[in-house]
């Protein structure tokens, strides 16, 4: 099975920085990689797909890219209202592996 | 507009099973394929299998085989995921999720989900 390692798995950054979070997978998966946000308490909420397509309704400064093995997830200006856990996810033959989580909090 | 909405909390003890509905709403049931993702408490997100609504094929994670079923019934739009010989590491949320796009047959991201399940596993 292929597995996904997030890095860092948390970090504490000021509003308005710009905040980068990690995937790699253990093979390639060429750009079938999805990103989740799970705010406290709630639901996950898919933020991007293929890599690097956002969901409708997301804000602009989410952005993700990579293919193959490397991805990335990019917050260009965190906000107060992006504390949340990030998950990525490889979806292209079972089983849907998730990464292991990254904590965004504010400095 | 797809809507999942999940049967309610449970206890249970240890060595018994729990059965956990999702009830789809707002499309065509045998459109989207249902995964299903469990959280214990503070940790992360655990992909566990999932079920073709349409002829009802499924895929575990190989943690959960022969330990899980996955079922619907395509009459009431809605499906079922049974977990057995519950133990005390079974106790979490569990969601069922909607594929992000018709026809694309569980290779696809999860676009929706339901509202989440806790079960809880205590003696």
Request: glycine share 12%; hydrophobic share 30%.
């Amino acid at each position: 099975d292929i597995e996904m390692t997030q890095s860092p798995s948390s970090l504490s950054a000021s509003v308005g920085d710009r905040v980068t979070i990690t995937c790699r997978a253990s093979q390639g998966i060429s750009n079938y990689l999805a990103w989740y946000q799970q705010k406290p308490g709630r639901v996950p909420k898919l933020l991007i797909y293929g890599a690097s397509t956002l969901e409708s309704g997301v804000p602009s400064r989410f952005s993700g890219s990579g293919s193959g093995t490397d991805f990335t997830l990019t917050i260009s200006s965190l906000q107060p209202e992006d504390v949340a856990t990030y998950y990525c996810q490889k979806y292209k033959g079972a089983p849907l592996t998730f990464g292991g989580g990254t904590k965004v909090e504010i400095k | 507009q797809v809507q999942l909405v999940q049967s309610g909390a449970e206890v249970k003890k240890p060595g018994a099973s729990v059965k956990i509905s999702c009830k789809a709403s707002g499309y065509t049931f045998t459109k989207y394929y249902i995964h299903w993702v469990r959280q214990a408490p503070g940790q992360g997100l655990e992909w566990m299998g999932l079920i073709n609504p349409s002829g009802g094929s499924t895929s575990f994670a190989q943690k959960f085989q022969g330990r899980v079923t996955m079922t619907r019934d395509t009459s009431t739009s809605t499906v079922y995921m049974e977990l057995s010989s519950l133990t005390s590491e079974d106790t979490a949320v569990y969601y069922c999720g909607g594929d992000r796009h018709a026809y694309c047959a569980g290779d696809c991201s999860v676009g929706y989900w339901g509202q989440g399940t806790l079960v809880t596993v205590s003696s």
